[in-house]
């Protein structure tokens, strides 16, 4: 692999970091956010929520395990959380060009490359987070042999229109009928639902789900600023006229917030980590969980009839609420996070019961 030094990245507050270019040789620009996992990027890569941003791997060694076969199981891509890369370019500190793993058919250059990703290694990506974190989420661009490009805020542009699925698709036969609202969906999410004998109807963000028939609603993951989905938001409204169980997560805990009078703020760098501690409020129960967002809700703005879930224990940011009488929950967590952990998953769990008991 020819390795050369010709890339660099620029912040917005004009630092630079040259870099040496391992991926697609061209100019992009984004949000730079971090994660501070030690695992799991063929996932984040392939994670919508990262739509629109330039992606920095904190910890310095990604490991040499490659990228993983395309196999397909219930028509979903068995090792990956989509169907594509939605990240805008990724920062290492170190790669390794050989990779070695069981289930790897190809480097995480190539994959970069195949995907038209741009990606720079030999950055002290731990340096680059302390600014991150010192001075709150910043716009970026990464600049390929001096074709310069204009910054671009992502949060401006109705993103979940861009990563949601366009045509409802249907998987699974199971006992339980859900509609699953892809506002960028993770399989997993799919996975952990049909797990649990149902059938998953996956719509459009903005679809009319009112004239379908259905067990429980399901509001997925997704990027940017949730106040950009208005026609979810306005169907979420009129969801919550019934009773039918209700389970959000990640933006779907924004949107169902928003749906119910609350209101979000943006977070200053955003969680984005595989190790964020969260209380079940009223009790002693701790959970560690897998998280990427880059808003949540404001704890003073929920309204009567609803409650905070979870607290996050580094910040006491909201992770969760739930509905006082009516069975709708949501968190901003991801509890079907894969590979892990796998704290939370029994939420899937508590949303299955919540339907036997409706239903009943």
């Known amino acids: 692999m020819n ?19 391992f991926g697609f040789e061209k100019s992009v620009s984004g949000e730079v956010v971090f994660n501070t996992a030690m695992t799991g990027y063929p996932e984040s890569l392939t994670d919508p929520s990262y739509k629109g941003q330039i992606l920095v791997l904190t910890y310095p060694l990604i490991g040499n395990y490659g990228v993983p076969d395309t196999v397909k199981d219930h028509n979903l891509m068995k090792y990956f959380e989509s169907d594509r890369l939605h990240i805008s370019g990724l920062i290492v500190s170190d790669y390794s060009v050989e990779y070695s793993h069981w289930n790897a058919n190809r480097s995480l250059g190539d994959w970069l490359k195949d995907s ?20 709150g989420t910043m716009l970026g661009k990464i600049i390929y042999e001096d074709e310069d490009v204009e910054l ?21 036969d199971g006992r339980y009928r859900i509609i699953l609202i ?21 719509v459009p963000w903005d679809y009319d789900f009112f004239s379908e028939k259905y067990d429980g609603l399901f509001i997925s993951n997704g990027p940017g600023d949730p106040k950009q989905c208005v026609a979810t ?19 779907g805990n924004q949107l169902m917030a928003l749906a119910s009078g609350a209101d979000t703020y943006k977070l200053k760098y955003g969680h984005r980590s595989h190790n964020q501690p969260v209380l079940r409020v009223n009790t002693n129960n701790a959970y560690i969980t897998s998280q990427n967002h880059g808003y949540a809700i404001n704890n003073d703005t929920i309204q009567k009839g609803w409650e905070t879930y979870f607290i996050n224990l580094n910040d006491q940011t909201n992770e969760g609420m739930k509905h006082i009488s009516k069975p709708f929950f949501s968190t901003q967590f991801h509890p079907e996070a894969s590979g892990g952990p796998t704290d939370t998953e029994f939420l899937f769990d508590q949303f299955i019961e919540m339907i036997e008991k409706f239903r009943s």
Request: aromatic letters at 6%; one cysteine or more; proline letters at 3%.
């Open 233 to 251: 938001v306005q169907n979420l409204s009129k969801a919550f006229q019934q009773d039918i169980p209700i389970m959000g997560i990640c933006l």
């Open 152 to 172: 671009y805020d992502p949060n401006k542009d109705n993103l979940v229109a861009q990563v949601s699925i366009k045509e409802k698709e249907t998987y699974g």
């Open 182 to 202: 892809d506002c960028g969906v993770k399989y997993n999410i799919i996975r952990d639902l049909l797990q649990r004998d149902t059938t998953v109807i996956r």
């Open 116 to 135: 038209k990703i741009p990606g720079i290694l030999g950055i002290d990506t731990r340096y680059l987070t302390k600014i991150l974190r010192e001075k």
């Open 3 to 21: 390795l050369r030094n010709n890339i660099k990245l620029i912040l917005e507050d004009g630092a630079e970091f040259d870099g040496i270019s």
